[in-house]
């Protein structure tokens, strides 16, 4: 590596070490939250996004992550009826209409690839070509990826989360293995910090911060988990929304040259100003809660997401009634 970029590396690693030791208080770190947010607004032309979530299914799902409501062996969420065909492309129809940037769908672990296909194709005709459709689904096969591709999807969330293969039912090497295969197929990724708990250290959130850049990823950010009862991490709680911040800026400054989309999940309107541009919005299914929501989870919906993301400066896609 050139001595410039050593260097660089090393300035950086100390400024999120920083922001990560809550020994330090939060007067000595105000000026990295500024900086990572001046550099997101720079990356993204002060632009803002939102990221519109589709619960598809709620299937009882045999990998028994332990912070998940949709894992079988914690028997936390009341079962529902699962969505027809119409009502998801209805709803993702409705949301691309209301100014959406991403439409995902989203899925258990075990979910068949033929339903997705067709729920692609139908969903891309009726949301247009001109934002992205994301899955969010479980493990990919190269030949999987293509055929996603083919069928309207421009773009996969897919992580390693942490403490993968402790907390979850999965490996590193697979969900690296997927990771691989959706970037050779041909489709963006979307990779968020992932599902962060107060229990985690620095080292830990830092090595996926990286990974975001290291993959080459559009998209970072973080994500907090939101304690369920029943399952065994809900134990530990959430973070603070303070030590949420923190975690969005030292996001950005490890990823200081790409992922022009830094999302925070639950919405924490705060971190809008500290290196985040990108709000989620997720109906129906959802492994964050007990039952699926009919509407917006915790009502927060487009409008919303739309009327907090102006506020905070960020220009958003025009909603259809617009023009
Ligand atoms: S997080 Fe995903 S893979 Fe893990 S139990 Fe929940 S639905 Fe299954």
Redo the contacts with the bound molecule.
């Keep these: 590596m050139p001595k410039e970029a050593k260097a660089r590396e090393i300035s950086v690693a100390a400024e999120t070490d920083m922001l990560l030791d809550t020994t330090v208080n939060d007067k000595r770190i105000a000026h990295l939250l500024e900086k990572a947010d001046g550099m997101t607004r720079s990356l993204a032309g002060n632009r803002g996004f939102i990221w519109t979530a589709i619960g598809i299914d709620s299937?009882p799902?045999?990998?028994?992550?332990s912070?998940?409501?949709?894992?079988?062996r914690w028997d936390a969420y009341k079962t529902s009826p699962p969505l027809s065909e119409e009502e998801i492309v209805e709803k993702a129809g409705q949301l691309a209409d209301g100014g959406a940037d991403f439409v995902v769908l989203r899925?258990?672990?075990h979910y068949p690839l033929e339903v997705l296909q067709r729920l692609g194709r139908l969903t891309r005709d009726r949301i247009g070509s001109d934002m992205h459709l994301v899955i969010n689904t479980?493990e990919m096969s190269l030949d999987t990826v293509r055929a996603l591709k083919d069928s309207g999807y421009s773009m996969s969330y897919h992580v390693v989360?942490l403490r993968e293969g402790q907390d979850?039912?999965?490996s590193v090497d697979m969900r690296m293995r997927t990771i691989e295969n959706v970037l050779r197929g041909g489709l963006e990724l979307q990779y968020l910090i992932e599902p962060l708990g107060p229990e985690h250290s620095a080292q830990e959130i830092l090595a996926e911060a990286r990974r975001a850049r290291a993959v080459g990823a559009s998209g970072t950010g973080v994500m907090a988990r939101v304690p369920i009862m029943g399952t065994p991490l809900a134990q530990y709680g959430q973070v603070s929304d303070t030590y949420l911040k923190r975690v969005t800026a030292a996001a950005r400054l490890e990823y200081p040259d790409g992922g022009q989309h830094l999302c925070v999940h639950p919405p924490t309107p705060q971190t809008l100003h500290c290196g985040a541009n990108t709000m989620i919005v997720e109906e129906a299914a959802n492994?964050r809660d007990t039952s699926s929501s009919s509407g917006p989870w915790r009502a927060f919906d487009l409008p919303r997401a739309r009327a907090v993301m102006r506020e905070a400066g960020l220009a958003v896609r025009p909603a259809k009634a617009e023009g």
Excluded: I, K, L, Y
């Design positions: 299937t799902c045999d990998m028994g992550c912070f998940c409501s949709h894992a079988a899925t258990t672990q479980g989360r979850t039912g999965h492994p």
